[in-house]
């Protein structure tokens, strides 16, 4: 038991139980402090912890942590954190981010997939979402963005995809939304319909109106996809 006066000296393999007869680690202790390969249990008896621990701390590689009984981590850990390689569960989605975490906070290069196992992103990561270069997919595995993220939405250069995997805009982003110089493209007959400046989402500018089949329909000021007015007025 905690209170038990041997286990302060205790060296070796031991169960160790609450006041109430609760298992609540099993593993190895040296001069009485939880060092070496154990686990951990909470009050419920289900599993928390299962791998290395120095002086009762979570710290080392090839640790899992549990939560409500159920695998969330697998990995390196340090200081009660995840710090290193390792594999996070999300309980709720079924989310897993495979890479390095800092800080218990998912970091640098790494992958996130979808419960079922298809690859969802790739790339740059901080504070668990995409920044820096990377990529997005569907469901179904298609690849529906590509380019430089900001906290997780696609900022900078960038391309945008329909769910079939078809181009659907190649250019400038903000906050995951067209800005800046781009191209927008017809989807079904997957040709340029416009080129040029876009403001917040919409063709606003200088720029050029494409006919789907390839012809140049217009060139000059365009307001959220039309020909400005003033373009006919002599």
């Known amino acids: 038991r905690y209170n038990d006066p041997e286990l302060q000296e205790a060296t070796g393999a031991v169960c160790i139980l609450d006041d109430l007869g609760r298992v609540r680690y099993k593993g190895q202790v ?3 402090s939880c060092t070496g390969q154990g686990k951990v249990y909470d009050e419920e008896g289900q599993l928390v912890y299962d791998g290395p621990l120095v002086d009762g701390i ?3 590689e090839n640790a899992k942590v549990y939560a409500d009984g159920v ?3 697998e990995g390196m850990m340090a200081a009660n954190r995840y710090e290193g390689r ?3 569960i999300d309980p709720d989605t079924g ?4 890479g390095t975490f800092v800080a218990g906070i998912f970091e640098g290069e790494g992958q996130q997939f979808y419960a079922d196992g298809t690859l969802m992103r790739s790339g ?3 504070n668990g979402l995409l920044n820096g270069e990377g990529r997005e997919y569907s469901p179904l595995g298609v690849l529906l963005r590509e380019g430089t993220f900001q906290d997780g939405l696609l900022h900078g250069e960038g391309v945008q995809y ?12 903000a906050s995951g939304i067209f800005h800046g110089q781009g191209a927008l493209y017809d989807t079904l007959e997957q040709s340029r319909v416009y080129e040029g400046a876009f403001v917040w989402g919409k063709a606003t500018g200088s720029g050029r109106i494409y006919h789907p089949g390839g012809q140049l329909l217009f060139e000059g000021q365009v307001c959220e996809g039309q ?3 003033s373009a006919f007025l002599g």
């Open 30 to 32: 040296a001069a009485g």
């Open 58 to 60: 979570y710290e080392g």
């Open 71 to 73: 695998l969330i981590y």
């Open 86 to 88: 390792g594999r996070f």
């Open 95 to 98: 989310i897993v981010s495979q």
């Open 124 to 126: 740059t990561f901080s």
């Open 162 to 173: 329909t769910t079939g995997g078809i181009l659907n805009y190649q250019g400038e982003f």
């Open 227 to 229: 020909p400005r007015a």
